[in-house]
């Protein structure tokens, strides 16, 4: 796999790369439809620049939870080189749903503080912007080698990923089939957008459906670096507390219409 691009004698990773283009791409996206719907595109932008915040934050918290056994280590600490080391392991990485969720507080934060209204509006089009956004990260995961499939004997084999456990094993292209799902799911929800169902409800759809895909997905997943509580990765727990959520959400909602009408 491709690993880190050189560009002008710097390194740079090629999954940062993949991930700015994603960004670009949703961003881009966001602006130009939230015109398209006669939204305030101001808002949309802060929104968006205060869930990025939220984003980074939140992918690196729940990145320690999945090395809560690594903890102990931080008693260990003595001096600037081994506190950067040690907690650089402990809460270096990002993970999606951490981003997910961390995005979702700060934008709401944002709109809450700047009153948006209808938010609904703005939220149907992120709930199509994430999967377009995704979709280029699990790209940049399959170009840089991380977030590696089991072993699969008609699989790929890495041979430049930073994380040795990937390399020089024939493994199945998880990232790629999660990123042509987040596709589907990004054209999926843009119909939906453009024929006006579920009008206001389009992330809880989002949530949902990606929950029961990234449920099945994790099953292929060959890395460790994601936790494992009670036989299932933290993203599956977290996957089933969302579309709980989201089932129950989506029975008050049913229930409150039917006492309205």
């Known amino acids: ?14 999954y940062g790369i993949m991930a700015l283009i994603g960004a670009l791409a949703a961003g881009a996206f966001c602006y130009l439809m939230a015109k398209r719907k006669k939204l305030n595109e101001v808002n949309m ?36 080189d081994s506190f950067v080391t040690i907690m650089g392991g ?20 944002a709109a809450k503080v700047m ?8 939220t149907d089009i992120l709930a199509c912007a994430v999967p377009l956004f995704h979709c280029f990260g699990r790209i940049g995961c399959f170009v840089g080698g991380c977030c590696y499939g089991v072993e699969w004997e008609h699989g790929i084999t890495f041979h430049n990923s930073m994380l040795e456990s990937a390399n020089g094993v024939p493994r199945f292209p998880v990232q790629l089939v999660e990123a042509g799902f987040n596709l ?6 843009l119909w939906m957008l453009q024929k006006g169902r579920m009008k206001h409800y389009l992330f809880f759809l989002y949530l949902a459906i990606y929950a029961v895909g990234r449920f099945i997905l994790e099953f292929f997943r060959g890395d460790t670096y994601r936790g494992i509580w009670f036989g299932v990765s933290t993203s599956q727990i977290i996957s089933i507390l969302i579309l709980l959520f989201c089932l129950v959400f989506g029975v008050y909602q049913l229930i409150r219409r039917k006492r309205m009408k």
């Open 115 to 122: 009153k948006v209204k209808p938010l609904g509006g703005y």
């Open 90 to 109: 402990i809460f270096g990485g990002q993970v999606f749903y951490g981003g997910l969720l961390g995005g979702i507080a700060a934008g709401a934060i």
């Open 1 to 14: 796999m491709i690993g880190n691009i050189v560009i002008f004698g710097r390194e740079i990773s090629s």
């Open 184 to 189: 589907l799911l990004f054209f999926f929800l």
């Open 45 to 80: 932008v802060f929104i968006l620049l205060f869930a990025v915040i939220g984003v980074f934050i939140g992918g690196h918290i729940v990145y320690a939870l999945t090395n809560i056994p690594y903890f102990y280590l931080i008693g260990h600490i003595h001096d600037w």
